[in-house]
C-alpha cells in the first residue's frame, strides 16, 4: 500500500522526499572521503543515485524512510535523515533505526540533531514503535556522541560485526544504540526536548 510520504520540519530543516534536484549534492557529499571516513569507501556517482532512488521507493512504499534534508536558509538538499529497516539481518532484527548523513560545510551547527530528534519523534509518535536504535563502527565518535546527546544508551553488550563487511576489515566491529519509547516520552514530558 502506497503511503503518501510525510514532510517533517524543524526550525533549520524540512525532511521530504527526494527530488532529482538533490542526486547533485548528494553526489558530492558521498564522494567526500572525510563524510565517508567510517564506512566502506566514498560512492561512486551511480552508487549514490542508487542510493537515492531506494531511499525514493522507500518513503513511497511506506511514508517514512531516510529523507532528503533540505538547510531552509540554503533551499538546497545537505543529507538524508530518516528511520530504516535494515535489509542486512542483525544480531538485534527486526528493528528500524535511525540514521544520518550530511554534507561536511554543514557539520557543527546542530542540524543533525536536529533533524534527528523530529526523526525519533515521527517514529515514536506517528509510527508508535516501541524502539530505535542507531549503530556505528566503533570508530565513529562523531555519530556516537550524537546518539547521546539525543538520549540514546549504548548497548554494551551489542557490539556486533557488521554482516556486509568481510573478516578483518577495519569497519567490521560495529556498537549499538538504543532509545525506548517509555525514555524518549519521559524525556519529553520532563521537558527536554
Known amino acids: 500500500m502506497t503511503m503518501l510520504p510525510a514532510v517533517l520540519e524543524t526550525d533549520r530543516l524540512i525532511l521530504r522526499q527526494w527530488r532529482n534536484a538533490d542526486r547533485a549534492p548528494f553526489a558530492a557529499l558521498c564522494a567526500d572521503p572525510e563524510v565517508m571516513a567510517c564506512f566502506p569507501a566514498p560512492l561512486t556517482r551511480t552508487e549514490s543515485d542508487a542510493m537515492v532512488d531506494r531511499c525514493t521507493d522507500l518513503i513511497a512504499e511506506r511514508g517514512w524512510g531516510p529523507w532528503a534534508v533540505e538547510a531552509k536558509a540554503a533551499g538546497t538538499c545537505i543529507g538524508l535523515i530518516g528511520l530504516h529497516v535494515p ?46 536504535v542507531a549503530f556505528t563502527t566503533l570508530a565513529n565518535v562523531r555519530s ?50
Do not use: K
Not at 90 to 104: H, T
Open 87 to 132: 535489509a542486512a539481518t542483525l544480531p538485534f532484527s527486526p528493528c528500524v533505526e535511525i540514521s544520518w548523513r550530511l554534507a561536511r560545510a554543514w557539520w557543527g551547527q546542530g542540524l543533525a540533531c536536529e533533524g534527528a530528534r523530529a526523526a525519533l519523534g515521527f517514529g515514536f509518535g506517528e509510527l508508535g514503535l516501541d524502539e530505535i
Open 144 to 193: 556516537q556522541a550524537l546518539m547521546a546527546r539525543l538520549g540514546m544508551a549504548r548497548d554494551d553488550a551489542g557490539d556486533f560485526d557488521h554482516p556486509a563487511l568481510p573478516a578483518g576489515h577495519p569497519l567490521l566491529r560495529h556498537c549499538l544504540y538504543r532509545l525506548p519509547r517509555r525514555q524518549w516520552q519521559a524525556e519529553a514530558t520532563a521537558g527536554s526536548r
